[in-house]
């Protein structure tokens, strides 16, 4: 006879319980007993606690540690996982990587597969030295675990995005110690530990943009070594059912500039901020961008932005150095003037500033 996970109570209606337990509260839960524990971090629980609704966007941010003084900086310069979720407005950090006291790798990237965040890459903060590490968190086990290390040539500033599907994150672009752009590309197994060998793609893209869309791996703007910091507008997609590069795509960006903020919204849909002129969120439908909302005038420089089903977040600052502010957009409540930017209450400890960020649905 199976055990019971609530006595007096049958099985299913037991696990309508548990799936209701916010988010927040997993680790708690795990620790009354092995039985709550073992369900809890079944392949099962998350897959059922989506399938009645009950999932929320949580966005994992890479953020710098807030100082006491306004204009003190720890050196090196210390940067940590900062957790947020837009649904109840709370902030958390999530537990360090092991063997690493110094914090986050610098520029490392984040991609979000199924329940595990997946970092990749960045320079050690002691040395500024790029790093092939490949560092994997369950946020429902709450433990940590080392991957297998990148392969090829330690890249940095890449394109890296996650496919839901396959459970692999892809990389691409970047550049590798002697600065010359890369056109080599990889995709991680999470499940696996395993690294594998994509085509290369037609150009060099350092400092290029990855989004997963359509099946489709879309690497976005860069540049190559001849031409650093000349922005191309150009893109490149990796169809992983037929494992081949499409031709390249000229014009695809609007604008020759640093793609960095271009993310895949729920609805499938292509967004970035655009910064010439008025600085607008634009979205990329039927080959052509529109706008879809006006910036505030509060967040303008050092921009990220991380997006879920329903809306998105934009984080940065109104001048150079001046202090980090958050907002969300619901791009389900309208068009135009209809929709409303949300301020988010930054937690001084968590005001520190963003240089990546992606979002589970838990």
Not at 18 to 41: G, Y
Request: net charge negative; aromatic share 10%.
């Amino acid at each position: 006879m199976e055990d019971e996970l609530i006595p007096g109570l049958p099985q299913e209606i037991a696990r309508e319980c548990l799936i209701r337990v916010p988010f927040d509260a997993f680790r708690t839960v795990q620790a009354v007993c092995k039985l709550w524990k073992h369900d809890l971090e079944s392949a099962s629980f998350l897959r059922h606690r989506k399938s009645v609704g009950l999932d929320r966007p949580v966005v994992v941010l890479a953020q710098s540690a807030s100082t006491d003084g306004e204009k003190s900086y720890p050196s090196p310069l210390l940067y940590r996982l900062a957790l947020f979720q837009p649904a109840t407005g709370a902030w958390s950090s999530l537990p360090p990587i092991p063997g690493r006291p110094h914090g986050l790798p610098l520029f490392c990237q984040l991609a979000a597969v199924g329940r595990e965040l997946v970092v990749v890459g960045g320079w050690d903060p002691r040395t500024w030295a790029a790093s092939d590490e490949v560092h994997v968190y369950d946020l429902v086990s709450g433990a940590w675990r080392r991957g297998v290390h990148m392969p090829g040539p330690r890249r940095s500033f890449f394109a890296c995005a996650a496919s839901e599907e396959r459970a692999a994150v892809f990389v691409a672009g970047g550049h590798d110690e002697s600065k010359n752009a890369l056109r080599s590309a990889l995709a991680y197994d999470v499940a696996a530990d395993a690294w594998m060998q994509l085509p290369d793609m037609a150009r060099q893209r350092d400092e290029c943009r990855g989004v997963f869309a359509s099946g489709g791996f879309h690497v976005v703007g860069g540049y190559p070594t001849e031409a650093q910091g000349q922005f191309s507008q150009s893109a490149e997609t990796f169809d992983v059912a037929a494992w081949r590069w499409g031709a390249v795509e000229e014009g695809r960006l609007e604008e020759a500039a640093c793609p960095r903020t271009c993310v895949v919204g729920g609805d499938g849909r292509v967004y970035m901020c655009r910064q010439a002129g008025q600085a607008v969120v634009v979205e990329e439908g039927g080959g052509a961008w529109r706008r879809v909302a006006d910036l505030p005038r509060e967040v303008r420089v050092a921009l990220q932005m991380v997006a879920w089903e329903g809306g998105f977040m934009v984080l940065g600052s109104g001048t150079q150095c001046g202090a980090q502010v958050a907002y969300i957009l619901d791009i389900e409540s309208g068009e135009g003037e209809g929709m409303k930017w949300r301020k988010v209450e930054l937690q001084r400890a968590y005001s520190g500033h963003v240089q990546a960020g992606c979002c589970f649905h838990i």
